[in-house]
């Protein structure tokens, strides 16, 4: 006489995991286009550099490692890193470029997980910089760092090991000869 009928309902849990699951997938939409922009901006980045013969690649720490005359390190604990200040790597040198734009799209799954906890304020640890003058290598967090430079971050926490070595170092400018007072500038009579 009543027809019993099975009807499925949604718990508040089940329509908000359904949401979650849409906003989870909007989210990674954002943050691949984010990669694919990033890896664009660094294709042009690298062009115009070569162009006007700059470097383009970050610096090999273990190629200039025995150019540096080290003369110890120590830890100096969680610091406050300018992103400019971090001009290059301990070994990874072919996966960023200067700017830590990623070199190709191999990157991309590691790059858009890290962004996505990025974007979503998710905590992430401290990298981990080698600090040589006024310059830091990075250790380990390159993708954070790629992460956070494509998101306009400034700064970034580190955790950060000091290596005493002696100036001047391949990375600086060349200071400019002083000329004497006593130099003239030699000028040729015209024919």
């Known amino acids: 006489m009543f027809e019993y009928k099975l009807t499925t309902l949604q718990t508040p849990h089940q329509r908000s995991h359904s949401y979650s699951g849409n906003q989870y997938a909007q989210q ?4 691949l286009s984010q990669f694919k922009s990033t890896l664009f901006q660094g294709q042009v980045f690298r062009l115009i550099r070569k162009l006007l013969r700059r470097p383009h690649r970050l610096y090999d720490l273990n190629a200039l490692k025995p150019d540096l005359h080290l003369r110890g390190s120590s830890y100096a604990g969680i610091q406050t890193v300018p992103m400019r200040s971090i001009i290059g790597s301990e070994g990874r040198t ?3 470029d200067m700017d830590f734009h990623p070199l190709s799209p191999d990157a991309c799954e590691r790059w858009v997980n890290i962004a996505i906890a990025y974007s979503s304020c998710l905590p992430l640890p401290p990298v981990q ?3 040589v003058g006024n310059a830091y290598f990075v250790r380990d967090g390159h993708h954070r760092i790629s992460v956070g430079r494509a998101f306009g971050q400034v700064a970034v926490d ?3 090991i000091t290596w ?10 060349k200071p400019m000869q002083k000329k004497s007072a006593f130099a003239k500038a030699l000028t040729y009579p015209l024919d």
Do not use: G, S
């Not at 990674?28 to 943050?31: I, S």
């Open 94 to 96: 072919a996966d960023f």
């Open 28 to 31: 990674y939409n954002t943050v």
């Open 129 to 131: 910089l080698i600090q």
């Open 164 to 173: 005493k070595a002696i100036p001047p170092f391949p990375w600086q400018p």
């Open 158 to 160: 580190a955790e950060v």
